[in-house]
């Protein structure tokens, strides 16, 4: 274990996060509020307790249980560290309630504790919303692009951050791919920003919007989120963009090098958008009583599906009046989740395929005992190091929501509060049902039962095995 070179990263990405504290700051400064103090504060502290950390390794190579390693305690640490402010605001006074919101923000899940966010400073609303943006495509893809790390090693940090069954490069040099992907992510944030300023939005609303629809987050400045803007346009923006920001970056990449025909034979972005046509239309229906007309129907079934599948958490309607059918879609919705390689939660896309061929195959292999099967996604074979991935990240899955029920049930809620406040933190929604549902909050919970839901949010986020590695014995040891 190189215990020198995750002392080194885990420096670096201190110092770019409280670099990034000065955005706040400076929004503090443009509305004359006290607020800004905090973050200066802490951005003073980052940078104190870097300097004892970045002194540069003799050696520089690190593999991947490093990579691992660094990742988990990177979300943790800038979670720790992006509390600060809330506290010391006394926006949020308790430490372990701001620790929950600020992990929400980072993993890009959007659950909140916050009963009156329109009470909370600028400032602070927008540190809330950043964190979205930044933790969407990435923290450490973000420090990647930015600042110059081992050639041999980045890689694996992208691997153990990146969602998705498999990660690849989309240029030779890692650092590279990662300028690449913040360069579509930043160019697509821009679009919408210009875009919801022509609906008549502030500059300050765009942007915070913006960055809670790139990473598919959902923090909003308004208590009542998109809803409280009532526009048929800005509902119609934010729903197009909640899309495209849960479709695999890498395809972005192709449209670029104008290869169409690989973008459009891809079998993930299929499903992903025949699942999200399909709900749409069988929600509409389902719900077409509810509204005065069809279209307006369609407009609220559009947002909410999109919104759930993209594991953003936006709401224009309160979902738990609609019928149970709509509902339980919405629920099948949050467990599926966006495309691999997105800013977007869940299980992916990817992985559903996967375990819906391999379900094909070992049926035709019962049927045909002879034939040779194989398991193919875009036409190419799936490896049985993929698949064997899948198995275990399903595997570990279901453990770790049947083990969070549990221990939240100690907080006595109703089992679809229970059991909807674990899934859409660990698959990084936002809201669920009842207790939790799209006009209610994490507040009720217990400060143990928000810890619990915290490590639930980081477990989704980085896909379970990083967060595992951190108890694994073995992985400590000089020799390993």
């Known amino acids: 274990m190189n215990y ?26 443009i509305y004359r509020e006290h607020s800004g103090g905090s973050f200066l504060i802490v951005a003073v502290l980052l940078s104190v307790v870097s300097l004892f950390m970045i002194r540069k390794p003799k050696d520089m190579v690190f593999y991947a249980k490093e990579g691992f390693v660094i990742v988990a305690l990177a979300w943790i640490m800038w979670s720790v560290f992006g509390a600060l402010p809330f506290v010391l605001s006394k ?123 790139a990473g598919t ?106 019928p149970e059918f709509a509902k339980m879609i919405l629920l099948l919705l949050m467990i599926i989740g966006a495309c691999a390689g997105s800013t977007g939660g869940g299980m992916k896309v990817s992985r559903i395929l996967i375990l819906a061929k391999t379900i094909s195959k070992e049926v035709r292999q019962i049927l045909h005992p002879k034939s040779v099967n194989v398991v193919k996604l875009d036409g190419k074979r799936v490896s049985d190091e993929s698949t064997h991935g899948v198995y275990v990240y399903v595997i570990c899955y279901l453990v770790i929501l049947a083990g969070s029920i549990l221990l939240v049930t100690v907080d006595n809620f109703d089992f679809a509060t229970n059991f909807t406040a674990v899934l859409t933190t660990m698959n990084n929604v936002g809201p669920g049902l009842a207790k939790v549902g799209p006009i209610e909050n994490f507040s009720q919970f217990s400060y143990f039962s928000k810890i619990v839901l915290s490590i639930d949010m980081l477990v989704g986020r980085l896909e379970i095995l990083p967060m595992l590695m951190l108890f694994a014995p073995q992985v400590w040891r000089k020799k390993f």
């Open 4 to 29: 020198s070179m995750i002392r080194f990263i885990i420096g670096k990405m201190l110092q770019i996060e409280g670099a990034l504290m000065l955005l706040p700051a400076l929004v503090s400064l």
């Open 217 to 322: 987050g959902g923090f909003s400045s308004m208590n009542a989120s998109i809803a409280a803007f009532d526009s048929a346009y800005i509902d119609g923006v934010i729903t197009v963009f909640m899309l495209l920001f849960g479709i695999n970056f890498n395809l972005y990449f192709f449209l670029l090098l104008k290869n169409v025909r690989v973008v459009w034979k891809n079998e993930e972005l299929r499903t992903y958008l025949g699942v999200v046509a399909g709900a749409i239309l069988l929600v509409t229906i389902n719900i077409m009583h509810l509204y005065e007309t069809p279209l307006k129907a369609f407009r609220y079934a559009a947002f909410q599906v999109t919104s759930i599948i993209t594991t953003t958490g936006f709401v224009t309607a309160n979902y738990e009046l609609w």
């Open 91 to 213: 926006s949020i006074p308790h430490f372990v309630d701001a620790f929950f919101e600020t992990v929400s923000g980072f993993t890009t899940t959007g659950s909140t504790i916050l009963t009156d966010i329109e009470a909370l400073p600028k400032s602070v609303n927008f540190w809330r919303c950043l964190t979205h943006w930044v933790g969407g495509m990435g923290v450490l893809v973000f420090v990647m692009a930015v600042v110059p790390l081992s050639k041999k090693g980045s890689m694996f940090l992208m691997r153990a951050e990146v969602p998705g069954p498999t990660c690849d490069k989309l240029v030779p040099k890692t650092r590279s791919t990662a300028k690449i992907l913040y360069s579509m992510y930043l160019a697509l944030s821009g679009i919408e920003v210009l875009l919801l300023l022509a609906g008549g939005m502030d500059l300050y609303n765009a942007l915070i919007h913006t960055f809670s629809t």
